[in-house]
């Protein structure tokens, strides 16, 4: 692969603007889907991102943008993920070289990039609600103004969804709602509306050949004719209108559809009709995901939903040599429990695969549940399974237990029920961005009675803890980790009740306390500060919450505790310690290092690290800062 990418070029280079689609002839935009396309994989190649979702909706976007006049018009994206062709048509094709890089373009919808997009919303299952909400708005003022949200991958699994429908329906404002039904959201989607959908897509009397792709594809490099033969097999022959089907309609909702997703013009057809009709409506796009680039189309996991990294252009495989992530071990050690305890059951929220729960259900499928995107469901069913004799382990991105915390609060710990929430992607993320960043359970989780929270810091502790958290059968317990590659081992020279002692020196001096990802951060600075000739000892609490009574003691002994967690710091593990040695009366000063409440914005993890000032220089040297300031106090006596 060439160090740079040239410049778009062809019908593409003529696109910096939506008005741009609106004078392209049928054949123009035919060319231009496979541009888009061939542009996609050249540019996520490099970068990685979300590569399935917007292959499988480029024609349902150019559609978009021909009947529709956005920014006047409102178009969001649930989820927000599939907004890539989005942001190709409204003038943003030079920023894809730095796609999900700092000072890049963000993988979502973002306010600050461009006018055109107007929720930065990557948690699935909302743009309903902002749409009503803001059709409503319109309507009260007077506005000439339509509101269209897309709602694919899965996202209509969601809750929030059939919530903000019922009140669509109800107030019967002006606003169309695009499904973009390619059947999955990571994997292929579930349920009974699922099932639905499906019925309907494969549908043996829709006939269309794809003629335009065919002639398209064969014009082009990356999607050209060695994936036509693919495309044909798998065409569903989707007709653009067929009679209204009942389950929309019952809602109150006008029914366009089946529309073949990957016809502009049969979506500009509907959408045209859509956009007269004065009430809300809803669109069924049906759409392959992946469609067009032959890696996708053949990898039945999830269609090169999110490749985390560059990847091969002819394969579709990462290029980086495969490392031992944290998943890994987590989905290896649950099926070796499982092996162990016919008790043990996973569920995930439309993420089997990203979260682990994959290799559990691939041994035992009767034992693990893919609930859709429903973390709220997934929380209380769990609680269901507790009641009925199991134990849960519940595996879900960090970011998205947050909306499950009611759920987790009073139906299940209030219950005081054994259910296991293991937490991947806890702490910062990196390039996906603040709404992914994992920052907020140990904070927000931690005001829950009874709930216990481990933070594992290399693979033999998350082996030994979350043995530990499915043992525990009077109350909920989580189970957190970061993304990425698993650190070296870092073993304890010794252990103090439930406490791990990573370092010890003669002098006690600094009580480190170092929160599991942040347990090799710790051991850095403890060298640092060594240099500066103070004694130090790095503790690993691996239950952070409650805070286990054997670190005050330790505290006692050491003239100042410093904290280093991979959370927010207002509520965290800092203020759950301080609290802890105030009860105790042990009065010896804290500091604590944290993520500062806010949205940070997406880059690497360790640049965003740095940027706050985590980083073993910068820790180290406040630190020596603040001991200086005791330096006139005599040393405390063990």
């Known amino acids: 692969m060439s160090e740079s990418l040239p410049a778009p070029d062809g019908i593409l280079a003529t696109v910096t603007a939506p008005g741009d689609l609106k004078r392209l002839s049928t054949e123009q935009l035919t060319l231009l889907a496979a541009e888009i396309r061939d542009f996609l994989v050249a540019k996520v190649s490099r970068t990685g991102g979300h590569l399935g979702p917007n292959l499988g909706v480029v024609e349902t976007t150019l559609a978009l943008h021909r009947v529709f006049d956005s920014p006047r018009d409102r178009i969001l994206f649930d989820t927000g993920h599939q907004a890539y ?139 050209g004719k060695p994936v036509y033969e693919v495309l044909h097999a798998v065409k569903r022959g989707i007709k653009d209108a067929v009679s209204p089907q009942p389950m929309f309609e019952d809602l109150g909702i006008k029914y366009l559809g089946p529309v073949d997703g990957h016809d502009v013009q049969a979506m500009e057809s509907a959408l045209r009709r859509a956009k007269g009709f004065n009430a809300p409506v809803i669109v069924h796009a049906v759409t392959r995901k992946g469609y067009g680039y032959r890696p996708a189309e053949q990898d039945e996991a999830d269609c090169l939903h999110g490749p985390s990294s560059a990847f091969s252009i002819e394969t579709g495989k990462l290029l980086a040599a495969p490392k031992l992530k944290w998943t890994n071990v987590f989905a290896d050690e649950l099926v070796k429990i499982a092996d162990e305890r016919p008790d043990v059951v996973g569920i995930t929220a439309a993420m089997a695969e990203p979260t682990g729960i994959a290799a559990l259900a691939k041994k035992y499928p009767e034992r693990a549940y893919d609930v859709g995107i429903a973390e709220q469901h997934a929380a209380t069913s769990a609680a269901g399974l507790a009641m009925g004799g199991l134990h849960p382990v519940v595996a879900v991105y960090a970011t998205f237990l947050n909306r499950a915390f009611d759920q987790v609060l009073l139906d299940v710990a209030m219950h005081e029920l054994p259910v296991t929430f293991v937490l991947d992607r806890a702490g910062i993320t990196g390039p996906d961005g603040p709404s992914h960043y994992g920052i907020w359970d140990m904070s927000v989780f931690g005001v829950v009675p009874g709930l216990r929270i481990a933070a594992p810091r290399d693979e033999a502790s998350l082996r030994e803890e979350l043995r530990e958290a499915i043992a525990v059968d009077d109350g909920p317990t989580i189970v957190r980790f970061p993304t990425g590659a698993v650190p070296a081992a870092l073993p304890a020279v010794r252990r103090v009740g439930q406490v791990d002692v990573l370092r010890e020196d003669d002098r006690q001096d600094v009580l480190l306390v170092a929160v599991g990802a942040f347990a090799g951060l710790g051991l850095e600075v403890a060298e640092r500060l060594a240099g500066q000739g103070f004694g130090v000892t790095v503790a690993d609490p691996r239950w952070v919450r409650p805070v286990p009574i054997e670190l005050t003691g330790l505290a ?62 910068d820790v180290a040297r406040e630190v020596t800062a603040w001991m200086s300031q005791l330096a006139e106090q005599p040393e405390l006596q063990a």
């Open 85 to 223: 062709v989005h942001k190709i048509v409204t003038g943003r094709q030079d920023g894809f070289d730095l796609l999900r890089q700092r000072g890049g373009l963000t993988g979502y919808p973002s306010r600050a990039e461009s006018e055109h997009d107007f929720i930065e919303n990557s948690h699935a299952s909302t743009a309903l609600s902002y749409a009503d909400g803001m059709a409503k708005a319109f309507a009260l003022r007077g506005e000439d103004r339509h509101v269209v949200a897309v709602v694919g991958d899965g996202a209509l699994t969601g809750g929030m969804c059939w919530e903000a429908l019922n009140n669509i329906a109800a107030t019967g404002n002006r606003l169309v709602i695009v499904v973009n039904d390619n059947g999955r959201s990571y994997a292929p989607t579930i349920g009974g509306l699922a099932d639905h959908l499906s019925t309907l897509r494969l549908n043996p009397g829709y006939e269309k050949v794809l003629d335009l792709v065919k002639d398209a594809l064969g014009s082009t490099p990356v999607v």
């Open 556 to 617: 006692a002994s050491h003239r100042m505790v410093v904290t280093l967690e991979d959370g927010v710091r207002a509520g965290g593990v800092g203020d759950a310690v301080a609290s802890a040695l105030r009860d105790a009366g042990v009065e010896v000063p804290l500091r604590d290092f944290g993520i500062p409440a806010g949205f940070h914005p997406h880059g690497s993890r360790a640049e965003i690290l740095a940027a706050l000032g985590l980083t073993a220089q």
